[in-house]
């Protein structure tokens, strides 16, 4: 049997070029030509990278803030504006928060035409035109060594309010980058409806969130997009409620009948109920939070069948 019998595709005949062989079909002109466009593409696809996923990451601190006292803001992906990359604005109490970000190794205020500190400032001028009162600028870069070089060469004319900061950048998958910035990987985790994840389960988080922002850019509430979040991934993400309000869900009927199983506690954690059973050598988080119309189906079912222990509904619970 030949190889296209075993596999079931018919065989190929299309042999791909390599930059020797295009240059002798086409010339060296045509080649270089090839090269740039190649060298350009990539760069724009690292530069896209880099700035999605500090998006998201900005996205998943703010949104520590909005669930912690109902504080929203405005984010947006490529404003309109000097500084445009990611923006966060917050119309009600005047603050205006840009990054430009610079996934490069060589990086200056104030080199070029038109550079750094003049986009700055310029910026300045727009939002203190505009009325807001709290403006913070910041020079994302995605090396350390560049970034302590900025730090000490911030121009006088914007250093009150403008400084450089760090955000990795890998071409690799995002599970290393996560490992290797343990504060990446809790602001992450923070959206998780476990309350101890793996880095593997901050990491599938993390994607969600990106997915959510890239449906929802350029301009989204951070709370839309934590909506997005959720409604892609209901069982990653942890509830945006409050677990008073989760707890409130529980039946009394069937909080009565868990505490009465030998070996058997829970917990509401972040919307969703953990348990733990036969004394903590065994446990888990359901799989719908407590506001999910299942989660009273859930309920009803495990007290229609009145187990006397957890033994006897432990499938249920998995």
């Known amino acids: 049997m030949n190889t296209a019998e075993s ?35 990539a760069n724009g696809f690292k530069g896209f990278k880099f700035e999605h996923l500090f998006g998201a990451h900005r996205i998943a601190r703010l949104a520590r803030r909005y669930m912690s006292d109902g504080s929203d803001a405005l984010v947006e992906w490529q404003s309109d504006g000097f500084v445009d990359d990611f923006v966060v604005r917050r119309d009600a109490i005047g603050s205006f928060k840009g990054y430009q970000a610079k996934n490069a190794q060589a990086v200056s205020w104030t080199a070029g035409a038109r550079n750094i500190e003049q986009d700055f400032r310029s910026q300045a001028q727009v939002c203190a035109a505009e009325g807001y009162v709290d403006v913070r600028l910041r020079l994302v870069c995605s090396s350390p060594d560049v970034v302590e070089g900025l730090q000490h060469r911030t121009p006088a004319a914007i250093a009150g309010y403008s400084k450089s900061i760090y955000f990795p950048y890998s071409a690799k998958a995002l599970l290393p980058v996560l490992e290797g910035h343990p504060w990446m990987r809790d602001d992450f985790a923070f959206l998780s409806k476990l309350e101890k994840p793996l880095t593997i389960e901050v990491s599938h988080v993390a994607a969600v969130l990106m997915g959510a922002w890239d449906l929802l850019a350029p301009a989204a509430q951070v709370s839309a997009v934590l909506r997005q979040a959720r409604a892609m991934s209901p069982t990653l993400v942890r509830a945006l409620q409050s677990d008073g309000q989760a707890i409130a869900c529980l039946d009394p009927r069937f909080a009565l009948l868990m505490e009465t199983w030998q070996g058997f506690s829970y917990r509401i954690i972040r919307g969703f109920l953990s348990w733990s059973a036969f004394d903590g050598s065994t446990s888990g988080v359901l799989s719908v939070d407590c506001f999910d119309p299942k989660f009273r189906g859930f309920q009803d079912h495990i007290l229609s069948l009145s187990p006397l222990s957890f033994e006897q509904v432990e499938g249920a619970f998995i």
């Open 7 to 41: 596999t079931g595709r018919p065989s190929s005949a299309v042999s791909r070029l390599d930059p020797s062989a295009i240059t002798a079909l086409l010339g060296a002109e045509e080649a270089g030509h090839l090269r740039a466009k190649a060298t350009g593409g």
